[in-house]
């Protein structure tokens, strides 16, 4: 933790320490297979109000999927979690009401504008008539867009385009807000963009974030505590300080220490490293 006195990036609000409130979310042996595939195998964890919080891991880990039964997409097989305090399995409707989620693939329609993408989701959300107006133009304010909201999105940037998915995941003012991959196929100024957003909303609503990243530096940036997921499965978990300090190595990088604990998959295909090549170069919109 920094000694000038500053919050950490991404750390949670509150007088007393984060995990005496009552979580933005817990999860208990969420379980999730696809035929032989064990997806996601028995996953433990809890998120404190006001958190940043990031899913790691290459592909195939179960980051996704684990997102998707958080947002109530996909039934888990076994487990058990809670969002904004409401239970998955039996208050579902709640959840949805409760959440924001940009998911990993594209979520806006490149033919309608910045505008008319977030009036559409405002009246998907059930937003009053007389609200919808002032909150979609206060959403392109607030993440940098207002200069291009009467512009086809498919003229925007990869870098504007994320942040309209995130304007309108946030259009409803969630309590947790689920982001898939928020960053991925942009460019390091673009990327730094979309990060000030989330940590504007994160630090000016108190708003829960559950991310997930292949990015190391993007964890680092943003997060208070991670997760490294490998297999399905937690590997390690906690602040980047403490995962360094349980490894031994105070000066590690996020990578050094996702390599400790996960071993292998530096070395295997489809690993981190070429996650990170291949998508350094990838373009979100063709
Ligand atoms: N709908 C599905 N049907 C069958 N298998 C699936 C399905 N969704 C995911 N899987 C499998 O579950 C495992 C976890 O996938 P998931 O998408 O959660 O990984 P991820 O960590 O998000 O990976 P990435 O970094 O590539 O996005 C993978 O083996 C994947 O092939
Ligand atoms: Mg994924």
Redesign the pocket.
């Known amino acids: 933790m920094p000694g000038d006195g500053k919050r950490p990036v991404g750390e949670p609000e509150g007088t007393g320490a984060p995990w005496e409130m009552s979580p933005a979310v817990e999860v208990r042996g969420l379980t999730?297979r696809?035929?032989d595939?064990r997806?996601?195998d028995g996953v433990d964890f809890a998120v404190a109000q006001g958190e940043c919080f990031g899913?790691l891991?290459?592909?195939?880990?179960?980051?996704?999927?684990?997102?998707?039964m958080l947002i109530t997409l996909?039934p888990p097989d076994e487990g058990e979690a809670w969002v904004a305090g409401y239970s998955l399995r039996t208050q579902a409707r709640r959840v949805r009401e409760a959440i924001g989620y940009v998911p990993?693939a594209l979520s806006v329609d490149g033919t309608l504008t910045g505008y008319e993408n977030l009036l559409l989701f405002s009246r998907l959300y059930g937003l009053p008539r007389v609200l919808r107006k002032a909150r979609v133009e206060e959403t392109l304010e607030r993440l940098g867009l207002i200069e291009a909201a009467h512009r086809p999105v498919r003229t925007y940037s990869g870098g504007m385009i994320r942040r309209l998915e995130i304007g309108q995941a946030v259009l409803n003012r969630p309590r947790v807000l689920f982001l898939?991959?928020p960053t991925v196929g942009l460019d390091p100024l673009a990327r730094q963009g979309v990060w000030d957003h989330i940590r504007r909303l994160q630090q000016e609503h108190g708003m829960t974030v559950v991310l997930?990243t292949?990015y190391m530096e993007e964890a680092e940036s943003l997060c208070y505590r991670v997760a490294m997921?490998s297999r399905?499965r937690i590997a390690a978990l906690g602040t980047p300080d403490e995962l360094r300090a349980e490894i031994g190595k105070p000066d590690a990088t996020l990578e050094d220490v996702f390599a400790h604990f996960a071993g292998a998959f530096e070395h295997e295909s489809?690993g981190m490293r070429d996650?990170l090549r291949s998508r350094r170069t990838a373009r979100r919109l063709g």
């Open positions: 999730k696809f035929g595939v997806a996601v899913l891991g290459p592909n195939g880990a179960g980051k996704s999927t684990t997102i998707k996909l990993q898939d991959e997930t292949h997921m399905g489809g996650v």
